[in-house]
Each structure stands twice: as structure tokens, then as C-alpha cells.
């Protein structure tokens, strides 16, 4: 029986993940595509762009896996999703699915004025938050965006010294403490697997690791 063939709709911010989890799963016959991670800043454009491939996507791929999470469209991707019949990322944001289920709201419950960081976003704050939003041109806008947090956590994939510096450096730029998590893959790692070998199938994916420092 020849594998299915899979297909990854993701958002741009997960391309270094994906592509090191398929690597090191080593996961076949899969191919991956990525829609502007700056769509997180316009959630009303997303689902237009998703449609757009899924309607040829369906009849080229045995299976899709959506690599969003809702992202902040009110519930369109999960009617997406339930219009073409295929799965989505858990959770409702990126930095929910790289934490095992129920993490999230802990942290949320701790602080709800957190600004959370991926690898990605700590790597690319400035171009995808302050110019993206205009704070460099305008900077009176920092307290209407900024005002009500009161931490930073980063949710770190790598744990690697460029990542904790980079999200060091947002931190100071927001003029906020600093919590970071090492995450690895989360349940991105997981539903991933799963999309391409089915759920039946997954048995030796390592338990994630949730170690912090302060």
C-alpha cells in the first residue's frame, strides 16, 4: 500500500519548526506551502487566502492539515475546516499548541497581560510588530497597543542563545520582565505525525519537555 500523499497549509511563522520536525520524524511525502506569517496582523485576510488553496488542494492530496490555529478569526477557520472536512492546529493561537493541552490558560489565569513570543516572532518582533504597526513612525502609539501588559513570556522551540537574546531584546523594548519556556515541538510535533500516518499510528514521539527559567 503506497503512503498517502499529505499536503501542509501553514502559516509562514512555522517554517523552521515543520521543516526540522518532518526531518527529524523523518516524515514523507509531504509537501508543505506557507501563507505570509504578516496575516497574523490582518485575521480577516487569512481565510480567503486558505480557501483559495484548498479548493485545488483536494483534489491534488490525499489529506490537508491547516497549520493555524484560529489566530484570531473569530471561529471562520474552524468553518473552514468543517466545510472541506479537514483538521486544524489545537488550540487558539500558535503559542497554545506549542504548549501541552491546559498550559496555556494556567499562564493566562497567572497573568492575563501577557505579550507572548515564539522563536519566530522574539527573531522578527521589530519588522512584525513595531514597523508593522506603525509604533516607529508613530511612536504615541506604544501605550495604546502596550499599556495593559505586564510580562513578557517566550515559548521557546530552539532554547538556542540567539533566540533568548532576541526575545531579551523585545522584552526591553516593551519595558517588561522577561519569563521564558522551553516548549521544543508541542503539539505541533503531534498533529503533524498524526496528519500524515493517521492517529492510530503515532507511538514513539518524545514527551515534551516544559522546563523554565525566570
Known amino acids: 500500500m503506497s503512503e498517502q500523499s499529505v499536503l501542509i497549509l501553514a502559516c509562514g511563522a512555522l517554517a523552521r519548526e515543520i521543516k526540522s520536525l518532518l526531518r527529524v520524524n523523518g516524515l514523507k511525502n509531504v509537501e508543505v506551502e506557507y501563507l505570509p506569517a504578516s496575516l497574523h496582523n490582518r485575521p480577516e485576510r487569512i ?26 478569526t473569530g471561529g471562520e477557520i474552524d468553518r473552514l475546516c468543517s466545510e472541506f472536512q479537514i483538521e486544524r492546529l489545537p488550540g487558539s493561537h500558535c503559542y497554545e499548541f506549542y504548549l501541552e493541552a491546559g498550559r496555556f490558560d494556567q499562564l493566562h489565569e497567572e497573568e492575563p497581560g501577557t505579550f507572548y513570543l515564539t522563536d519566530y516572532l522574539a527573531k522578527h518582533f521589530d519588522r512584525l510588530i513595531f514597523k508593522t504597526l506603525g509604533i516607529d513612525e508613530h511612536p504615541e502609539l506604544f501605550g ?70 525566570q
Open 47 to 72: 481565510c480567503g487566502q486558505i480557501r483559495a488553496r484548498l479548493e485545488r488542494a483536494l483534489s491534488e492530496f490525499d489529506r490537508v492539515l491547516l497549520g493555524y490555529a484560529d489566530c484570531g
Open 144 to 213: 495604546l497597543y502596550f499599556d495593559n501588559y505586564r510580562r513578557v513570556v517566550h515559548l521557546t522551540q530552539e532554547n538556542a542563545a540567539e533566540c533568548h537574546e532576541a526575545a531579551a531584546a523585545a522584552a526591553g523594548r516593551l519595558g517588561l520582565p522577561l519569563r521564558t519556556i522551553f516548549t521544543g515541538w508541542g503539539r505541533l510535533e503531534t498533529s503533524v505525525f498524526e496528519a500524515v500516518h493517521g492517529k492510530d499510528e503515532r507511538n514513539s514521539l518524545p514527551t515534551v519537555p516544559v522546563t523554565i527559567s
